[in-house]
Every structure is written in structure tokens, then in C-alpha cells.
């Protein structure tokens, strides 16, 4: 009886076994296609994307031969081998240059002494949720917030409009105060003459000269000493966003100085174009038309250089 009953139990053991394998295989196969997608992880869509450029390119030699010698015309008067350096440039101490680098060149002539200086920043978001060109775009603002430059273009009023009493058109001008004659529309003979439907001249007729007004210039306002169209202000067409500022100073006493800077940002790299000029005689002002079509030009070169 022995034997037979070992047997009849082998065969069902071994069917429970069976059972409990497969079992165990499907459930497996189940736990196997969602254990890889972790929360947060590489794949996770809340990380933001890396920066476009990984590298930068090597600053004293982005800037062609030809341009050199536009921005820097008194290095073709030197000797052969001051001529060499000062094309060279002078690369900027950086730690990384994978992160930051840099360059800038310097000739002197009778006539004005220029200086070139470009910086290129590769900029690094070390917030996950944050990409790398948004990192780019917020350093980009401080900078063009640091040079007060307007976000858009504001309305200009030209500085020598005539005030409205002294315009001749204006019946609403307040009445004045003095005495005078000339009065409708003709001009006036008496102290202060001028022309308007006013009732007198007066004060306001003292402003006036020969009965016309005299509007100051406009060609130069605030700071910088620049027209209205070549103001500081932002660019279109260059990067993914740009702005330009030009400063005029006086370096000592009488020598005045023009800076023309060109900031512009693409994806996650920052480059700045700052060409400087000063002329050797004190009353000459630097043109801001000229200073201001090199730096922009060269801008541009630098910003074809980064898309190839």
C-alpha cells in the first residue's frame, strides 16, 4: 500500500507546482512594463531641455581679417609686427572656455584711438524645471535693463516745438500780461511783436524775435549724444532678441568718448560687440552713424558664425 500511495501524490505536487509557476510569470511580465517610468526621472516631461550650444567658439579668431581692419584703422600704419599683434588680440583670462570666453584689440592712430572687445556666455540653467535658453533670456534682460534701454520704442515730442502762444495758432493761450499792439491776425509793431489771434503780445511776444519763434535743435539730446534714430534701443533681426546702446563721454577733461555696444542673445548664448573710438582732437565727437553700422555688422557675422 505504500508505494502506490506515494505515487498518487507525486503527480498532484507536481501539477500545484505548475500552476503556482505560471501564476507567478504572468504577474511578472505585468510589474516588468511600468517599473522603468520612475516620477522625476531623465524621461519625466517636467525636466526642461538642454541648451542648444554645447561649446563656444574661439573668440580672437571669430572676427575676420577684413572686418580688423574696417574697426581698426590705425593698425595698418604700424610696423609689420605691431601690425600682426594688434590683429591678433588679447584673449580674455576665463576659467572655462566652454562657459565664457572672450578677446579684444586696440590700435591707435594720429587721428582717434579705437578698441574692439567681444564676449561670448554659454549659459547653464542648474534648475531642472528652468531650460537653458529661458536662463539665457532672464541674464539677457539684466543686461539690457542695465543699459536702459526701452522695451519698445516711446513717442518722441521734438524739443523745439514752439510753445502754443508763440505758435500763432492757438486762440486758447492764456491772455498776457503786458502791453503790446498787433492785434488779429497781422503782425505786430509794438514791444514783443508776433503773430496770432491773441489780443497781445506781451511776455509771450518777448519769446518771439521779428514775430517768429525760434525752435532749439534736436539733432543731439540726453546722454548719449545721438539722434532720435540712433538712440539706445532694441534690434529685430539679430538672434532670437537684441538690443544696442551708445554712450558718449569724456574721458579726463576735454577728450570725448563713444562706446557703441551690441548685446544679442541666441538659444542659450549671450555675445556682446563693444567698439569704442576716440579721437585724438578734443572737439571732434565720434560719429555715432558709423560707429554704430561696424558693430551691428560685425554682430551679425558673429550670429551667422553660431548658426553653422
Not at 581692419?69 to 576665463?94: C, F, I, N, W
Not at 503780445?201 to 532720435?228: E, F, Q, R, V
Request: hydrophobic share 30%; with cysteine; aromatic share 4%.
Amino acid at each position: 500500500m505504500q508505494p502506490k500511495a506515494r505515487h498518487a501524490y507525486v503527480p498532484g505536487l507536481a501539477a500545484l507546482l505548475l500552476v503556482a509557476v505560471a501564476g507567478c510569470s504572468g504577474g511578472g511580465g505585468g510589474h516588468d512594463s511600468t517599473s522603468d517610468a520612475k516620477p522625476g526621472g531623465p524621461t519625466s516631461t517636467g525636466v526642461a531641455q538642454p541648451g542648444k550650444y554645447r561649446t563656444l567658439r574661439e573668440a580672437c579668431g571669430s572676427v575676420p581679417a577684413s572686418t580688423l581692419k574696417d574697426l581698426l584703422p590705425g593698425a595698418a600704419s604700424l610696423p609689420e609686427d605691431q601690425q600682426a599683434k594688434a590683429y591678433r588680440g588679447t584673449a580674455a583670462v576665463t576659467y572655462d572656455t566652454d562657459r565664457r570666453v572672450g578677446c579684444s584689440w586696440k590700435a591707435d592712430s594720429p587721428d582717434a584711438s579705437h578698441q574692439l572687445v567681444i564676449d561670448l556666455e554659454r549659459v547653464v540653467s542648474y534648475d531642472p524645471a528652468v531650460s537653458d535658453a529661458d536662463r539665457a533670456q532672464q541674464v539677457y534682460a539684466k543686461k539690457q535693463a542695465g543699459a536702459s534701454v526701452p522695451l519698445t520704442a516711446a513717442p518722441t515730442t521734438p524739443s523745439g516745438s514752439p510753445s502754443p502762444s508763440a505758435s500763432g495758432t492757438n486762440a486758447s493761450a492764456a491772455p498776457d500780461t503786458g502791453t503790446g499792439t498787433g492785434t488779429g491776425t497781422g503782425t505786430g509793431t509794438g514791444t514783443g511783436t508776433g503773430t496770432g489771434t491773441g489780443t497781445g503780445t506781451g511776455k509771450d511776444g518777448a519769446a518771439a524775435k521779428n514775430g517768429s519763434a525760434s525752435p532749439t535743435p534736436t539733432g543731439t539730446t540726453g546722454t548719449t549724444g545721438t539722434s532720435d534714430g540712433l538712440k539706445p534701443r532694441v534690434l529685430d533681426g539679430l538672434g532670437d532678441a537684441a538690443f544696442l546702446d551708445d554712450v558718449l563721454t569724456r574721458s579726463g577733461s576735454t577728450a570725448q568718448r563713444r562706446t557703441v555696444s551690441v548685446v544679442f542673445r541666441t538659444s542659450n548664448v549671450i555675445v556682446t560687440v563693444r567698439y569704442t573710438e576716440q579721437p585724438a582732437r578734443s572737439v571732434t565727437v565720434p560719429d555715432s552713424q558709423e560707429l554704430q553700422d561696424k558693430a551691428r555688422g560685425l554682430a551679425r557675422t558673429l550670429v551667422d558664425q553660431l548658426n553653422e
